[in-house]
């Protein structure tokens, strides 16, 4: 059974002790980034050539042709077609939750007009592509491509590429499926840093991206991180993390599966549960010895609670507010009597899931809002993936005459006082008018 570490706020010890189980080291060392730094330098210089190198020789893939890596739009719809019924009507229950909840953080266009005519604004407009990475090694993750690839369309991009490995050539007919329903324009059988490196440059076969999105592994996360600045990046996401607050009062067994589900992504997840009743915290661990042999992922799991988890006591709730804010969780989980009143005082966490019937489970899947979310305390200064990661904002200036005037003596008087006597001329001719 796991040695889950049990620590209490009321020790001198507690803050240095929070710091060092929830610190986590960067995504990649020496070795993957020289060998990402490698593949993206192959692939950027020769292009299609590369792809199918590394697809071969990494993915067991063998294409005689570059287009061979495109998976046609028949076959998706034919995946759509072939899956169970009850599956169908999971997924599109799910796109259509997705959607709703993506169409209210649409952003429009607007303009104001000052007194003396001049307006000033701010224009709306989708990203041209994006570049969706699912994917595909030891897991099928249908429902990262309905979270990435829905709001991208609902805030009007035009085209959304998808790429995702097929290990030995097979795709998982359900990731296909989920791309029909999310309205994917493209999808190319690659995977790794290749695949980010074809979105990130393009080749003859695979069209550049202005955006990646979408979980990977630690190359995919390294390569993303190396080809920022030459297109956008959603986040580099760490390992999932769950953190509970409990009031002692929920069934012990759903808390201690909730916090499972987040384990059993891999050994380096991070289950946290925080609760001002000690018995309560030794129930849980009780719970956690009983229910731990049944769990099909048993191994994984054990592993993320033995290196990564904590029982964490606490004086009360507001303290335990003040733990999750410095701990800026992934997914947080209020599952006490009032979680209206504990929601003021959190000011860090990914989503925040209300009340003892809210699984965090259920925002992975099909509750509305996204699940690529800020890990590794990044939810200090990150947010949600939206609708506005897929948007771009460009100023809007019309200055009137009198505007002009106005403006052009201020901006001269600044634009003097820092040396940059054109910026101040070209003002001055509009103010002499």
Known sequence: MPNIQRLNTADADFWSRLETLTAWEGVADETVTATVREILAQVRMRGDDALLEYTSRFDRLDANHAADLEIPAARLQQALASIPAEQRAALETAAARIRAYAERQKQDSWTFTEADGTLLGQQVTPLDRVGLYVPGGKAAYPSSVLMNAIPAKVAGVPEVIMVAPAPGG????????????????????????????????????????????????????????????????????????????????????????????????????????????????DRV????????????????IEASLTRRAALIQTLDLAKAAQVVNFIAPEHLELSIEKPEELLPLIRHAGAIFMGRYTAEALGDYCAGPNHVLPTSRTARFSSPLGVYDFQKRTSLIDCSPAGARTLGCTASILARGEGLTAHARSAEYRVKE
């Open 285 to 300: 661990a009780a719970s956690i010895e009983r229910l731990l042999p049944g769990m099909e992922r048993r191994d994984i």
């Open 170 to 281: 097979e795709s998982n007919g359900l990731v296909l499926a989920a791309a029909a329903v999310a309205g994917v324009d493209r999808v190319f059988r690659i995977g790794g840093a290749q695949a980010v490196a074809a979105l990130a440059y393009g080749t003859a076969t695979v069209p550049r991206v202005d955006k990646i999105v979408g979980p990977g592994n630690i190359y995919v996360a390294a390569a993303k991180r190396q080809v920022f600045g030459a297109v956008g990046i959603d986040m580099i996401a760490g390992p999932s993390e769950i953190l509970v607050v409990c009031d002692g009062k929920t069934d012990p067994d759903w808390i201690a599966m909730d916090l499972f589900s987040q384990a059993e992504h891999d050994e380096d997840a991070q289950p946290i549960l925080i609760s001002p009743d000690a018995v309560f915290l």
